[in-house]
């Protein structure tokens, strides 16, 4: 037999609820502007290095860097801040927790096991760091962390161009924009440091946020080149642009 024929709905049945709209795609990207950094500094792995004042509030360190290879007998540090967390440090040996238990993204594509390895030797990368936990203190590149006046010590070849720190993480959307160049659309309120390395001469490099008067300051070996990748420099001209005007009314 034929199975039995539903009863047609009541005329005074309530209308079945709508379906949720699905959620509005990010906007696409905005086209690369045309590059506007120029300088980069090169550490020679012998003796140079950099030394951030004590920067607060932490979660995300985005730079373009270009790292060489150490000899196999030694153990150059790229990052270290273990004065204000002993697993804070990137090296050749090794990563501290506060990075292998975050993210990181190479070019903006998300790395599945954060490691020193991953981050590629001879060519420029965009490496940004998601930190696994708040960060505050001094930060050295290119060197481990010495006190007073010590001498830099387990030193890494590499240059760097930019660096920024983030208080909190950054959309894979954001991270886009910083990588591919921002515009408008870039992270909002997010910044606590931004050293540009745009000064090209001395030993002082200075943040473009406003926030720390005290400078990074750079070795007396360190050297200014002027092959600072395409996309570089360009958020100096824009997040901190002030907003357009209004339009007259």
């Known amino acids: 037999p034929s199975p039995p024929t539903p009863p047609p709905p009541s005329p005074n049945s309530p209308s079945p609820p709508?379906?949720?709209s699905p959620p509005m795609p990010p906007p696409?990207?905005?086209?690369?502007?045309?590059?506007?950094?120029?300088f980069a500094v090169s550490f020679d792995g012998i003796d140079d290095s950099a030394v951030t004042p004590i920067i607060s509030n932490i979660m995300g360190i985005t730079m373009w860097i270009m790292k060489f290879t150490v000899p196999d007998d030694a153990?150059?540090?790229l990052l270290d801040g273990r004065f204000g967390n002993p697993n804070a440090?990137?090296?050749s040996s090794g990563m501290g927790s506060i990075f292998t238990e975050g993210k990181m993204y190479r070019d903006s594509d998300d790395v599945a096991v954060p490691s020193y390895e991953e981050i590629r030797a001879s060519e420029w990368m965009h490496l940004h760091l998601e930190l696994a936990s708040e960060f505050a203190g001094s930060l050295t590149f290119m060197s481990a962390q010495s006190r007073?006046?010590?001498?830099?010590?387990?030193?890494h070849k590499a240059k760097i161009?930019?660096?920024?720190?983030?208080?909190?993480a950054l959309s894979?959307?954001?991270?886009?924009?910083?990588?591919?160049?921002?515009?408008?659309?870039?992270?909002?309120?997010?910044?606590?440091?931004?050293?540009?390395?745009?000064?090209?001469?001395g030993v002082e490099a200075f943040d473009r946020s406003g926030k720390y008067s005290q400078p990074?300051?750079?070795?007396?070996?360190?050297?200014?080149?002027?092959?600072?990748?395409?996309?570089?420099?360009?958020?100096?001209?824009?997040?901190?642009?002030?907003?357009?005007?209004?339009?007259?009314?």
């Not at 086209?31 to 506007?36: G, K, L, V, Y």
């Not at 870039?186 to 050293?195: L, T």
């Open 18 to 20: 709508p379906l949720p």
């Open 148 to 155: 007073g006046a010590a001498a830099a010590v387990n030193c």
């Open 172 to 201: 894979l959307y954001e991270l886009k924009l910083v990588y591919k160049g921002f515009n408008s659309l870039g992270p909002d309120g997010a910044i606590e440091a931004y050293y540009a390395l745009e000064e090209g001469e």
């Open 161 to 168: 161009a930019e660096v920024y720190f983030w208080t909190r």
């Open 216 to 249: 990074l300051v750079l070795s007396t070996g360190v050297q200014w080149t002027e092959d600072a990748p395409a996309f570089s420099g360009w958020r100096a001209l824009s997040i901190f642009r002030p907003p357009p005007p209004s339009p007259p009314s």
């Open 89 to 91: 440090f990137i090296a």
């Open 75 to 77: 153990n150059g540090f």
């Open 28 to 38: 696409p990207l905005p086209p690369p502007p045309p590059p506007a950094g120029k």
